[in-house]
């Protein structure tokens, strides 16, 4: 009989999935790290996995490990060369989430254009006069990059179309494997769309570099807004605040950083005109219903033999 091995605080709708299952065993583990979990690891077979990290010593311990299931569609905190060193699958959970998050991108865009902060702060301290610096912009007609057209960035166009701005992205794997049907036209030269865009939303994985550094800021053409609420490190943060100072970026908004928790002395934190939201974009009470289902599915469905192989995003056979 398999044992599941949940490590992280898992939906209440999750677990009744796993608890209803007749044919398997479950431990959970509530507390979001490695080490709380790693004790547990021989003994599972199939392991859920919220956001902590999955390291090769862990994996060097999980003996009867068939599974890995990741409780969302990232992976950068999970060493995929031991688990395919080992035959081990990994499995994501699709579209559990990505309207929540182009919802979150969506919302810091418009916090960022209209100065939300800078007007919360004009009410509830003053002056009410700040008004009349006229700061908040329009978007109606301004250039949109996104960077990465998944489905994240596909929802986002679709989103923001509604507002009226011109929409392009640009995404060298799907440059590459065939643009998606909608519309959106493609940018192949990220130096020439970075120079186009009146805003900059981030929804493409991380590389071994920062996609957005100090070259990729000197292309961008003054006034510019940065959203990311894709990983953090995919925009150069030191870039970010020396350009923010300048006044080459007008506003920012982050959902995600290279240090997470955020320090509590960060440069970042000293611009009114950047919106900060604690990794948050997909952490929706809907997704997280989605994800914890989407996952533990994943994992009964292993084991019957029944897993969808798109889910599956190392390089193991599974069988059917």
Not at 44 to 71: E, F, G, M, N, Y
Request: aromatic residues 6%; proline residues 5%.
């Amino acid at each position: 009989m398999p044992h599941v091995l949940v490590a992280g605080k898992l939906h209440q709708f999750g677990r009744d999935i796993l608890d209803a299952a007749p044919d398997i065993t479950t431990t959970y583990i509530d507390e979001i790290s490695e080490d709380s979990y790693t004790p547990h690891i021989a003994g599972a077979d199939a392991l859920l996995i919220r956001t902590q990290a999955l390291t090769s010593p862990t994996i060097d311990r999980a003996d009867r490990l068939k599974i890995v299931s990741r409780h969302g569609v990232g992976y950068d905190a999970v060493d995929v060369a031991a688990l395919n060193a080992r035959g081990i699958a990994l499995a994501v959970c699709g579209d559990a989430n990505s309207t929540s998050v182009a919802e979150h991108a969506c919302m810091l865009i418009l916090a960022a254009f209209k100065r939300a902060l800078r007007a919360d702060v004009a009410v509830r301290r003053g002056p009410w006069g700040w008004r009349n610096q006229l700061e908040s912009q329009d978007i109606r007609g301004r250039n949109l990059l996104i960077l990465g057209f998944g489905r994240i960035g596909q929802h986002t166009a679709t989103m923001m179309s509604g507002f009226g701005m011109n929409i392009r992205a640009h995404d060298p794997y799907l440059h590459r494997h065939g643009w998606p049907d909608g519309g959106i036209p493609a940018f192949e030269d990220l130096g020439e769309a970075l120079g186009w865009a009146d805003v900059i939303t981030v929804s493409a994985p991380k590389g071994d570099r920062p996609l957005i550094g100090a070259a990729e800021f000197e292309a961008m053409k003054p006034g510019v807004v940065i959203v990311n609420t894709a990983r953090g490190g995919i925009v150069d943060e030191r870039e970010l605040a020396k350009h923010l100072k300048s006044g080459k970026v007008s506003a920012a908004g982050l959902d995600v950083f290279e240090a997470e928790p955020l320090p509590a002395i960060h440069p970042l934190k000293g611009f009114d005109q950047v919106i900060l939201s604690p990794h948050i974009a997909g952490v929706t009470e809907g997704a997280a219903e989605r994800m914890a289902v989407a996952s533990a599915q994943n994992v009964l469905d292993f084991f019957a033999g029944k897993l969808d192989p798109a889910l599956i995003v190392n390089h193991v056979q599974i069988a059917q």
